[in-house]
Every structure is written in structure tokens, then in C-alpha cells.
């Protein structure tokens, strides 16, 4: 989520407050200045899932957590006031349109898909489906990611290339054939929702290029839940870079804001 040539804003997901809203170390005032530290515009995108562990999973948990970082806000007002929504639960259906206002800018992730049969395989499950093959899964994966872009009202798309463990140690580019980027960037263009390059999900840089070459904008994300991680856009903003992306290319939630 960048706006000029130097990095200007991010996607961390962080404790918040006093209370722990996530697997995150720090508190928001504390990453706040940790952002400004390296150079970086500070966004906060917290998980918003009934179906992830140390996340908010609630309205009323959405609404406190919105109401923690609004007062944040008062301090820092370069602050986005982000969340990151899980495209399989149900939590993103379920918040009223006056919550989804109080967003500077929403991410939204495939953490699990369904599959053909109906079962649904999660990106950080171990065990693989039984007759389940790599090419069957990945098209299945595209199908939902197509899904997600007609379907899910957010403005950016976390780690796009994201898939299940047992698939991690194959090449991306294998797996995330041609055809399949550009059936995943046309999605994305047409909804007008930004590509995250990740810091811990690191797309190839084939995709990264088919992204901006298409026309859709590149959100950098440091996807940092530590000090150290926090803030940390150096590669995904060089990333960019090699891939052709121009200033105007990179989303600056501040700038472009909410889609639609």
C-alpha cells in the first residue's frame, strides 16, 4: 500500500489497545511509531474472522475493535483504519453497511477454498484431501479466487499467491500457471481490487508483472506481526519496482480509498 517512491503506508496485523486482538506483539501506538520509524505511512489491517485463531470474530468484536483504532486516530491521523477479512467465513456477510463506512480500506484473503466435491481445504491445514491432485486443487483455487473478486466487497487482495502447506514447497510459477494469472488478474481488474505484494507471502515477480501490466494496482505489504516484521516493505517495494510499477500504480488507501 504505497503511494510514492518511497514506502508510505503497509498491512501489519497487530495486537491492538489493551486488549489482544490477534497473534501480533504490538500495542497500535507502538507500531504506529515503529511505521513512522522506517519511513512508512502506518496502516493497521487486523484479522476479522470467525475461522482464524486470535481474531476478531464478531460484529460486536468489529465494532470495538473499530472504535480502539478511531481513537488512535486522534494521534496519529495519517493512520488507515484497515481489516482483514477471510473470504470463507461468514463475518464480512454479516457486518452492517454501517460498519463497513467506518473502514479507511478493507483486505480481504482465500485462507481456505471449496473444492469441487464441497469440502473446503484450508491454507494452513497439513493433511491433503485423498484423490486430490495439485492441478485439480489449483483450479479450484482459481475458481474461488474468481468468486472473491465478483463477490467480496474489499480493496485488496492479502497475499494472492497463499496456498495450502503440503503445496508450499513447489515452484509458484509452476503451479500459478500462465493461464491461471491471467484468469486471477482479469478478476482482479475488472473488481478493481489491488494485488498485495507480501513480505511473507512473496509472489514471483512473472505475476507481479502480469498485475501491473494489466493495470491493476500493487498494494505493499509488510504482513508483520513482530518488531522486526512490522513496517518491513524493502522487498515488496523493490519487487514492485522491477515489475514496472509507477508511483501511480501502487495503492495508497489514503488516495484511493474504498472501491465503489
Given at each position: 500500500?504505497?503511494?510514492?517512491?518511497?514506502?508510505?503506508?503497509?498491512?501489519?496485523?497487530?495486537?491492538?489497545?489493551?486488549?489482544?486482538?490477534?497473534?501480533?506483539?504490538?500495542?497500535?501506538?507502538?507500531?504506529?511509531?515503529?511505521?513512522?520509524?522506517?519511513?512508512?505511512?502506518?496502516?493497521?489491517?487486523?484479522?476479522?474472522?470467525?475461522?482464524?485463531?486470535?481474531?476478531?470474530?464478531?460484529?460486536?468484536?468489529?465494532?470495538?475493535?473499530?472504535?480502539?483504532?478511531?481513537?488512535?486516530?486522534?494521534?496519529?491521523?495519517?493512520?488507515?483504519?484497515?481489516?482483514?477479512?477471510?473470504?470463507?467465513?461468514?463475518?464480512?456477510?454479516?457486518?452492517?453497511?454501517?460498519q463497513?463506512?467506518?473502514?479507511?480500506?478493507?483486505?480481504?484473503?482465500?485462507?481456505?477454498?471449496?473444492?469441487?466435491?464441497?469440502?473446503?481445504?484450508?491454507?494452513?491445514?497439513?493433511?491433503?484431501?485423498?484423490?486430490?491432485?495439485?492441478?485439480?486443487?489449483?483450479?479450484?483455487?482459481?475458481?474461488?479466487?474468481?468468486?472473491?473478486?465478483?463477490?467480496?466487497?474489499?480493496?485488496?487482495l492479502?497475499?494472492?499467491?497463499?496456498?495450502?502447506?503440503?503445496?508450499?514447497?513447489?515452484?509458484?510459477?509452476?503451479?500459478?500457471?500462465?493461464?491461471?494469472?491471467?484468469r486471477?488478474?482479469?478478476?482482479?481488474?475488472?473488481?478493481?481490487?489491488?494485488?498485495?505484494?507480501?513480505?511473507?507471502?512473496?509472489?514471483?515477480?512473472?505475476?507481479?508483472?502480469?498485475?501491473?501490466?494489466?493495470?491493476?494496482?500493487?498494494?505493499?505489504?509488510?504482513?508483520?506481526?513482530?518488531?522486526?516484521?512490522v513496517?518491513?516493505?524493502?522487498?515488496?517495494?523493490?519487487?514492485?519496482?522491477?515489475?514496472?510499477?509507477?508511483?501511480?500504480d501502487?495503492?495508497?488507501?489514503?488516495?484511493?480509498?474504498?472501491?465503489g
Amino acid at each position: 500500500m504505497t503511494a510514492s517512491s518511497a514506502p508510505t503506508a503497509w498491512r501489519p496485523r497487530d495486537c491492538h489497545a489493551h486488549t489482544t486482538f490477534s497473534d501480533g506483539v504490538l500495542a497500535p501506538k507502538a507500531l504506529v511509531a515503529v511505521a513512522r520509524e522506517r519511513g512508512v505511512r502506518p496502516s493497521i489491517a487486523d484479522h476479522l474472522s470467525g475461522d482464524v485463531g486470535a481474531a476478531v470474530a464478531s460484529v460486536a468484536g468489529v465494532t470495538g475493535y473499530l472504535d480502539v483504532l478511531e481513537r488512535l486516530r486522534a494521534d496519529a491521523p495519517d493512520l488507515s483504519v484497515s481489516g482483514e477479512f477471510c473470504w470463507h467465513d461468514t463475518l464480512w456477510r454479516d457486518l452492517p453497511r454501517a460498519q463497513w463506512a467506518r473502514f479507511g480500506h478493507t483486505v480481504g484473503s482465500l485462507h481456505a477454498v471449496w473444492l469441487t466435491s464441497g469440502a473446503r481445504l484450508h491454507m494452513f491445514a497439513r493433511g491433503w484431501p485423498d484423490g486430490l491432485d495439485a492441478q485439480s486443487y489449483m483450479d479450484a483455487h482459481v475458481e474461488n479466487l474468481e468468486r472473491f473478486a465478483r463477490e467480496m466487497p474489499v480493496d485488496v487482495l492479502a497475499h494472492p499467491t497463499l496456498l495450502p502447506i503440503p503445496l508450499r514447497g513447489r515452484p509458484l510459477q509452476e503451479l500459478w500457471t500462465e493461464a491461471r494469472e491471467e484468469r486471477a488478474v482479469a478478476a482482479l481488474r475488472a473488481a478493481g481490487i489491488a494485488f498485495e505484494v507480501s513480505n511473507r507471502y512473496r509472489p514471483h515477480a512473472r505475476f507481479v508483472r502480469r498485475a501491473v501490466d494489466a493495470g491493476v494496482r500493487l498494494s505493499l505489504g509488510s504482513d508483520g506481526h513482530t518488531f522486526e516484521q512490522v513496517a518491513d516493505l524493502a522487498w515488496p517495494l523493490a519487487t514492485a519496482r522491477e515489475a514496472g510499477a509507477r508511483d501511480e500504480d501502487l495503492y495508497d488507501p489514503h488516495a484511493h480509498g474504498r472501491r465503489g
